[in-house]
């Protein structure tokens, strides 16, 4: 038995054996459960802190199948509390325990604050000819995070998953501090925080927009002041560098660090929700932020480095890099399987977000070397009665050879759609391709994911997101402008598909701006109105602009907040963007359920969908798959010949529109297709108006219809 002042009392520390489940620390009103995993650990300490920051080393003497646990009464959440390990340190076998290190629980649900960068971290020595193979005898416990205890309890008063249909869906991908910063009316304590995004002025402009989900960028635990940061006095602020995966980040949090960071997520889920908006989270379960060989030991590493993760079989010093970020978990694992899913599964049931979007799945799938798409990890997650009932969403890609996988992941799961960004982006700036290309992208890429047996909404499609360009950096620099990343420019993507329309970056010119605000309404429209599920990046509706950066990671700061202070320009584009979400709603058309058929149906002399030529002749099978796109298409859309019924079993019925894509450098004369001569068709959508149209412009018979250069027409029937 212990005496020793842990908070504002004294509680004698017996150590009962307690449970091997569950893992972590789990407060159940009377004490203190704690549980951990090492298979290859020879002694474990726990280590809990009192608030003059005295250290309390307690050994766990119970081990059950490499789990280390006990029980301590009368502990209460907000104790703070890590963990030593003891073992070999042999990097050579893939070993690197070192009890100097105080490390963060893999189960901790909440930590205190940011871990410091400086050498106490590192378990080897920085000034040694044999780096990483030499061992430090240096503490750290003065620059890492503790971990906390926390009360579960929370009232969410009948809150609910939303479970939104994808076919219904439009995602939103936001930064929590990126959006909230400089909002000018989100209180100043509330800017940057989960609490600000929960804001009513916040949630207002997300509700204006029409959007159905936030894809959150990562909120996870996560390292963000990495070495290579520091020196240059950056910070990482897209936080793809985890470290805890059942805690919200602490810096995202207005109402502090103990414990009060939980309610604060689960109050911001709670009032998206009663928006009637979809939490998605961006997670990196391929990689953590401990980095390759030479990185700090922060957890995973120090508590059992050859199990969490892949090591090189011939050389276990070194790690397998699917991620192009030092290290790779180890999902062969079951351990490390269990992990995964046991956070996916937290996050789903006691935070209430409605699915996942993961970073670099294909590492996931890889059990060998080869990406395969019946890995463990997807089998698990079919089977799950949780997770399979939540929105999975798969970056289909990673670093490794054989990385690109869009199309390959199974049933369950939507993807990135990576090939309809790219198609899109050559359209629009008159690339040829074919108008086979074209035509699978804006109808939900049925090459990919039809023969699978999957339904348009596997396709989630992007013309921009937060790795590259945003939308206004798309139409305004050929070039990549990374300088402020200190990395000389050579970081981030070369080949952009951008065009600048003939100034790079910032101009007076009116011809450019004007040219360059129809190309964003252009991506826009085309965006909106594919099948499949459209994901804007946040920003985009504001003309939100990088000045070119393009892997603008570690730019926490104006380059990358959001500027609220709209020009006249920005809020015309905010105009059009909101009558634009809201028009593709209202028209299931634009969102069907099911693929076309590309055929009369119901007796109809017209089928669902149709290609015509600018002079209205259809197009013919071979122009179809061979012959380059002539960068000008008509598209009709038959809104009357749905073949799908709505949620209580009733037909649907839509308008019939007309589609005219014009991606020339001259202006094209169109004609309205021979079937289609006998109606009156309305002007909805001119991509060189700045709002939608009111319909007094008709169309009818053999009239031309002059398209001025790259721009887009939408008329109704």
């Known amino acids: 038995m212990i005496k020793e002042p ?40 726990l280590c809990l802190f009192t608030e003059q920051d005295h250290e309390i080393r307690l050994p766990l003497k119970e081990v059950h199948n490499y789990v280390w646990h006990g029980y301590i009464p009368g502990l209460q959440p907000g104790q703070r509390y890590n963990y030593r390990v003891h073992g070999d340190f042999s990097p050579r076998k893939g070993h690197r325990f070192n009890r100097k290190k105080i490390l963060i629980d893999p189960y901790a649900a909440a930590i205190t604050g940011d871990i410091h960068y400086g050498e106490e971290t590192f378990a080897y020595p920085w000034e040694t000819e044999e780096q990483d193979l030499a061992c430090s005898n240096t503490d750290d416990s003065h620059l890492i995070p503790k971990c906390v205890v926390v009360n579960p309890f929370f009232d969410w008063e009948g809150d609910k998953l939303l479970q939104t249909p994808l076919s219904e869906s439009i995602i939103y991908e936001v930064h929590v501090k990126g959006f909230t910063q400089q909002h000018p009316q989100i209180p100043d304590h509330l800017k940057g925080t989960y609490a600000g995004l929960a804001s009513p002025s916040a949630i207002n402009h997300l509700q204006s927009l029409g959007i159905t989900a936030v894809e959150l960028l990562p909120v996870h635990h996560f390292l963000a002041y990495p070495g290579h940061l520091v020196n240059k006095g950056l910070r990482n602020y897209w936080g793809y560098d985890s470290i805890g995966y059942f805690a919200p980040y602490s810096g995202y949090s207005a109402s502090g660090n103990r414990g009060e960071q939980i309610k604060e997520f689960k109050g911001m889920v709670k009032a998206l929700h009663q928006a009637g908006i979809e939490v998605i989270l961006d997670v990196v379960y391929n990689h953590t932020g401990e980095g390759n060989h030479l990185g700090p030991t922060i957890s995973f590493r120090g508590i059992d480095n050859a199990t969490y993760y892949r090591l090189v079989d011939h050389d276990p010093r070194y790690y397998m890099d699917f991620t192009g970020c030092g290290n790779s978990l180890n999902v062969r694992h079951p351990q490390i399987l269990k992990l995964i899913m046991d ?177 964003q309404r252009n991506f826009l429209v085309t965006l909106m109105l594919s099948q499949g599920v459209p994901m804007l990046l946040g920003g985009d509706e504001i003309g939100r602009s990088q000045q ?97 019924p709505d949620s209580h079993g009733k037909r649907i019925s839509d308008d ?62």
């Open 6 to 45: 842990i908070g504002n009392e004294s509680v004698n520390l017996d150590v009962w054996p307690g449970k091997p489940h569950p893992l972590g620390a789990t407060w159940d009103g009377e004490g203190v459960n704690f549980a951990i995993f090492s298979e290859n650990a020879t002694e474990i300490e």
């Open 343 to 519: 956070s996916l599964r937290y996050w789903v049931q006691e935070m209430h977000v409605d699915g996942f979007r993961f970073d670099l799945a294909s590492a996931l799938a890889r059990e060998l070397y080869e990406v395969n798409s019946l890995a463990a990890f997807f089998d698990i997650i079919h089977q799950d009665p949780v997770l399979s009932n939540v929105k999975l969403i798969a970056e289909p890609w990673d670093v490794g050879e054989g990385g690109y996988q869009v199309g390959n992941f199974p049933l369950l799961w939507s993807e990135w759609n990576g090939k309809y960004r790219d198609t899109v982006r050559d359209f629009w700036r008159g690339e040829n391709n074919t108008l086979q290309e074209f035509a699978h992208r804006f109808t939900g890429s049925p090459d990919l994911y039809q023969a699978n047996g999957k339904l348009p909404h596997a396709s989630i499609n992007f013309i921009t997101a937060h790795d590259g360009f945003t939308l206004r950096d798309l139409v305004s620099y050929n070039e990549k402008h990374n300088e402020a990343n200190g990395e000389n420019n050579h970081d981030g993507e070369d080949y952009n598909r951008s065009w600048n329309f003939g100034a790079e970056g910032e101009t007076d010119d009116p011809e450019i701006l004007k040219a360059r605000s129809r190309q």
């Open 548 to 644: 070119g950066n393009n892997n603008a990671y570690c730019q926490d700061n104006e380059l990358t907040w959001f500027n609220w202070e709209l020009s006249p320009e920005n809020k015309e584009l905010l105009a059009f963007t909101q009558e634009l979400i809201a028009f593709r709603q209202q028209h299931p058309v634009f969102h069907r359920r099911n693929w076309f058929q590309e055929r009369a149906i119901h007796g109809s002399q017209v089928s669902d969908i149709c290609w015509y030529h600018p002079d209205g002749s259809a197009c013919s099978e071979e122009q179809w798959e061979h012959e380059p796109l002539t960068q000008a298409i008509t598209v009709f859309l038959n809104g009357k010949e749905l073949s799908e």
């Open 656 to 717: 019939n529109f007309l589609l005219f894509f014009n991606c020339h450098q001259e202006e094209t004369k169109f004609r309205l297709p021979l079937p289609l001569q006998s109606s009156n068709w309305h002007i909805i959508i001119d991509t060189n108006e700045p709002r939608l149209l009111s319909e007094e412009i008709i169309y009818q018979g053999e009239e031309e219809i002059i398209l001025t250069p790259f721009s887009l027409l939408v008329l109704r029937q």
